[in-house]
Structure formats: structure tokens, C-alpha cells
């Protein structure tokens, strides 16, 4: 039933280029009941002036698969170690294309944990006190070092997302470059702060049991290949409340990391959770601070 539904839908959004976004969402919401939230965009795969301009067209693309929400973190050029002048341009960007988008995409802050008192600073302007309700970490400091605690802490106490990359490299990874194991550290010192695995390091059958003990860590499973079996593991050993879609476009398409769900086999209730239960649950308190009706 599931697989039956994703191609009906790929089908249903190619042969439906005349409808409006609005018809297409209409037209398939009531078909599976569920509502997308994708963890995981950035303003890369397409072209435009302006971070809005360039949200307008992955908002297309989302349309077609009925993904409701959509959250953005980090603007362009990539830039793996920012200065805080960099995070903050590139979080400007962010900035901009929220002010124009209402509430159908929402923003997480890039911070670098090499500079934690700009970085606080950072969360104050963008979420504290900004429309933002997350913290994006990449790949410029390891995440199981302390120097990142205060963080964590600020982002505890404003129930912000934490959203923190994690590898696995074959080759090894970065210098600064977190896997699921450094996360884990983390998690242990924050027990009672959510925080997300970011692709679940990649190599997700190792990634999913790195975390399996930190009851406070979810995984994101975007941003790799559609590889079966990959949900259906992450269910069995986290339970499918600590699973959170998200797709890492333009770097990776929406299809191919929604058929990671719609593909797996998996309870009805569980694919529900994973496509927007469990980040409408995790987000809810922080949205409804800030007026958004969720
Ligand atoms: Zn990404």
C-alpha cells in the first residue's frame, strides 16, 4: 500500500503540472492523510537572485510531493568553517527568505562551535528574539567538545531544534567533523535537550546503534542514498518516535528521500510520525512561543 501510494503520487505530480500547488496538496492530502515536514533544505540545486526567489522554486518542487513544511538552515556560498560575520550573512539570507515565505518554511541558525559566544549571541538575534526555532551544526568543531555546551544549554532552555551533522567517512572524516559516536558524548551531558543526528552518519547501520542509547537523540535520515532497509532498522532499534524525515535539497532530491519512508515496510502510524509527527511534536512548543499556529 505504501509503495503503491509514492508512485501514485510521482505520477499524479508529473501529470499534474496545470494544477496549482494548492489543488495538487488538496488533491493528495486526503489521499494518505499525511503531513510533511521536511527537516532538512538549503537554498542549493536551483538558481535566483535571492534566497527567496530560490525558495519559491524548491516550494514548487515540494508541492509536488505535498511536503507542507519545509525548514532551511545555511545560505551560499558553503562555507564549512564561518567566521561570525560569514554564519550571520548567511543566516541574514535566512532571515530574508522567512520574512517572505510566512509560515511555510521555517529556519534553524548556523552557528560554529569554534566561536560559542558569537555563536550564543547568534541564537539570541536569530531565535531568541528572531522568528528562527533551530541551531544548525556542521562540520567545523566535533561536537563531543565541551566548548559547545553552552550551546546546547541556551538551546534547552528556548526548546530550540538542534540539528548537528554526523559522518561516518570510509576515507575518515574532517577535522571538526562529527560522527554519531562524538553526538552521543554530547547527548549524554544534555540528557533532558533533544538533539538530532544529522543523516545519521551516513552509514546508518552503525549510526542508528551509536545513538540507540541516547534516549534524547533522533536521527535525521536525509542526505544519503535510498537504501532499503534503512528506516525499517532505524523503527526496530529507536522506535519510529525518534526518526525525522528530511531530505538535504537541493543536494538530494525530495523523491528519493521520501521513498526511504514510503518505500519501507513500516506501520501506517510509524511513516506518519516520521513524515511530520515527531518534528510538529519536537517544534510545537517553540512555534506556538513565537504565534505560528501548528
Ligand atoms: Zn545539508
Known sequence: MDRRFFLEAATVASASSLLTSRQLLAELAPTNGDDIWDLHCHFSGVVGETPADRVEKIVEYADRMAIHRLIFFMGWPWSTAPKPDEFRRQNDQVLDALSKWGHRIFGFAYLNGHHPEESLAEIERCVAEGPMIGVKLWVARKCSEEALDPIIKRCGELQAAIYQHTWLKTQGNGP????????????????????????????????????????????????????????????????????????????????????KVYGAEISEAGRRQILGGNLRRMLTPILRSKGVNV
Open 176 to 259: 571538526g567533523e562529527s560522527t554519531p559516536m562524538d553526538l552521543a558524548i554530547l547527548a549524554a551531558r544534555h540528557p533532558n535537550v533533544p538533539i538530532i543526528c544529522g543523516h545519521t552518519g551516513g552509514d546508518w547501520t552503525r549510526g542508528i546503534r551509536a545513538v540507540r542509547a541516547a534516549k534524547n537523540v533522533s536521527i535525521g535520515i536525509g542526505g544519503s542514498e535510498p537504501t532499503a532497509g534503512f528506516v525499517e532498522m532505524a523503527v526496530r532499534e529507536l522506535g519510529a518516535e525518534r526518526v525525522i524525515y528530511g531530505s538535504d535539497a537541493g543536494g538530494r532530491s525530495f523523491s528519493s528521500q521520501l521513498a
